[in-house]
Structure formats: C-alpha cells, structure tokens
C-alpha cells in the first residue's frame, strides 16, 4: 500500500509562504489519509515497552519531568516502510525550506508521541534562540474524527505575549509547522488517546557542537 501511494504529491508552497511570513501555518489534509492510516498503524502496532516517557531538555542532560509533559514517544528510525516514506517525505521538505528560504538545515529528527486521558505537555518553546539547533518544529497528528470534546488542542501563543494564537485540534492529517524558537505552545489535557508525529529540522551548526536539544 504505501508503494501505490508514495508517488502522492505533496505541496510545499503554502509551508514556505507560512515560514517566511507569520512563521507558523497549519495545514488541515496535508497528507494523503492513507498514508495517515499507515503511521497510525505502525505507532498502534509498538508494544507498550517500545513507548518511553517523553524527555526534557538536551540530550546530553535528558530528563523526564511529568510535571511538564506526560506523553510517551518512540523515535522514528526508518523501521518500517511507512516510516521511511514520512522521513523522506520530510527529506524532501527540508530540501525544499533551504532551497527557498536559505535556512541551513542539516536534519530532520521525529518521534511518535501518545498522549493517554489525562496527558498534557505544559507550556514551552522547543527552542532557545542561539542555544539550540533546533529551527523549525512540525507536528503531524494521526487521529480520527476529533471533537472538541476530546481536548487535546495545541495552543499556540504570540512569540512575546500570553495572547493565544492559534487552537489547534489533533485532527487526522493536520500538519503544524512553526520556527522553534518563537512561539510558546502547550498541549491540552486530552480525553482519549491522542497521537502525533512531533519533529524537528536541526541545523547542526558546527560552531555549537554541545547543543542538542
Ligand atoms: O503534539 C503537539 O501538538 C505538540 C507537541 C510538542 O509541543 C512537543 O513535542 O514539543
Ligand atoms: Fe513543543
């Protein structure tokens, strides 16, 4: 199945419109449904030992504070067909971003996370500017048929301010991309399993080695 529907085309332009302006866009459907059933699937099919609880801070200092977050994720490290399909396709992007937008960047990591009933991630920037290598954040969500009810909204603020930008449902297919290191986000407690692919595209600047997260 993901052979039939990896030559899907994906169109960047409305990403690289968002990033040079506002620098956060959300995109509902950006991904085939398909393809969507197939990550699904894959992260539905890890056994509860292949989930951790999520981590906190640089690598090289990781620490898992469930005061902060309570989700529980899994790198993504091509296992899978799917899951070389999603990093390629996200290849593809960066290729895309550094053609267009000049911006550098090297990498591209992703975890699956689960967020069980009750599960929330405080407010925080994935980013400090000049300290991380962390540039621009994307979270994919695989859930469908979300309400309202279900909580689980992403809340995006201003970059200097308290004021709530944007609300974002978990909905199946919805992608979110913004600069890491503007825009405070938190994740709302959900009230059924909420799951999502969260990545980053890292520029590993050689002047900076030690900075991870
Ligand atoms: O799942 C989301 O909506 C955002 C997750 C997040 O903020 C993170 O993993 O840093
Ligand atoms: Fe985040």
Redo the contacts with the bound molecule.
């Keep these: 199945m993901v052979n039939a529907v990896a030559k899907f085309e994906v169109d960047f332009s409305d990403i690289i419109a968002a990033l040079a302006g506002p620098g956060i866009g959300v995109f509902p459907n950006f991904i085939d449904s398909q393809i969507v059933a197939s990550l699904r699937h894959d992260v539905l099919s890890l056994g509860e030992h292949e989930l951790s609880p999520a981590g906190i801070g640089r690598a090289h200092a990781l620490q898992t504070n469930g005061n902060i977050r309570s989700d529980k994720t899994r790198w993504l490290e091509g296992d899978r067909p799917i899951q070389q399909y999603y990093l390629a396709l996200m290849s593809r992007l960066k290729h895309t971003l550094n053609r267009e937008l000049f911006l550098g960047l090297k990498d591209y990591e992703c975890h699956y996370?689960l967020y069980q009933t009750g599960d929330f991630?405080k407010k925080h920037l994935?980013a400090f500017r000049g300290r991380s290598n962390r540039r621009i954040?994307t979270?994919l969500y695989l859930n469908d048929d979300w309400q309202v009810e279900h909580g689980g909204e992403?809340v995006v603020y201003a970059a200097n301010g308290t004021e709530p930008v944007h609300r974002i449902l978990?909905s199946a297919g919805t992608l979110v991309c913004f600069l890491a290191d503007e825009f405070p986000?938190e994740?709302l407690p959900a009230h059924r399993d909420r799951l999502?692919i969260?990545g980053w595209f890292r520029i590993d600047d050689p002047i900076a080695p030690s900075l991870c997260l």
């Design positions: 996370a991630y994935d954040t979270v992403l978990p986000h994740v999502s969260a």
